[in-house]
């Protein structure tokens, strides 16, 4: 089985500075990785996936991630946040192939300051 | 494309009642459907594996004979909470599958049983 550890819950961060939310996962198998973005009382958002190729992945609205399989991580950049990006945010994991059942952390709150 | 609703997004019910959450897949055909639950500040939890024309899968722990989950169409599948009590009270959201790689979300539906 996979698991998914978001290490921060919570990351406050100034209007137009950069961020990095942290993913790591653990799986014994070959994994697709996502990120979902959530906001208050709503469904999950996709921003971005990994499946193959380029570990280096652009999603929506200007956020980056980065696959490093040897850290088994799968962190969540975006250069210049903005008030709108004020959300949580969701990684996940899943059996690459199958793609069956997704794992889910535990959720980081990001809360942009004026 | 890939659009998956929920109905309804918001229910009240009283204590002891069944309620009939509904999703679907507005433009395309999931053979897979999923359901989860999301307490406050929590990640999603998966609730069960709906898959058409054959009787769900449940993950460990969920109750399935309060939790039906019933996947007639390819384009839709229902969640039925039976004899709600308070603790059933969450975010229920729906995800399908239309390629092995990724799920679409519905927008959830919020249940508070009084």
């Known amino acids: 089985a996979q698991s998914v550890t978001q290490l921060d819950s919570q990351v406050p961060v100034f209007e137009e500075a950069p961020v990095e939310l942290r993913c790591n996962y653990s799986?014994?198998?070959?994994?697709?990785l996502f990120w979902y973005v959530q906001y208050p009382n709503q469904g999950l958002q996709l921003l971005l996936k990994?499946?193959?190729?380029?570990?280096l992945v652009k999603g929506i609205n200007g956020f980056e991630a980065e696959f490093n399989k040897s850290q088994t991580s799968f962190h969540l950049r975006k250069p210049s946040v903005h008030i709108s990006d004020t959300a949580e945010y969701f990684c996940a994991v899943s059996e690459a192939n199958t793609g069956n059942q997704f794992y889910f952390g535990t959720g980081t709150s990001l809360t942009v300051i004026p | 494309g890939a659009v998956v609703s929920q109905h309804p997004s918001r229910v009240i019910c009283k204590s002891g009642t069944s309620v009939k959450i509904e999703c679907r897949s507005l433009?395309?055909?999931?053979?897979?459907m999923f359901w989860y639950r999301q307490f406050p500040k929590k990640s999603l939890m998966l609730m069960a594996t709906s898959n058409e024309g054959s009787k769900a899968t449940y993950e460990q722990g969920v109750e399935k004979d309060k939790f039906l989950i019933n996947h007639a169409s390819l384009t839709l599948s229902t969640l039925t909470v039976t004899s709600a009590h308070p603790e059933d009270s969450s975010f229920y959201i729906c995800?399908?599958?239309?390629?092995?790689?990724?799920?679409?979300f519905g927008p959830g539906t919020r249940l508070t049983v009084t």
């Open positions: 995800s399908a599958r239309r390629d092995k790689y990724e799920q679409y």
């Open positions: 799986s014994s198998v070959s994994v697709y």
């Open positions: 990994y499946l193959s190729g380029s570990t």
């Open positions: 433009d395309f055909q999931a053979t897979t």
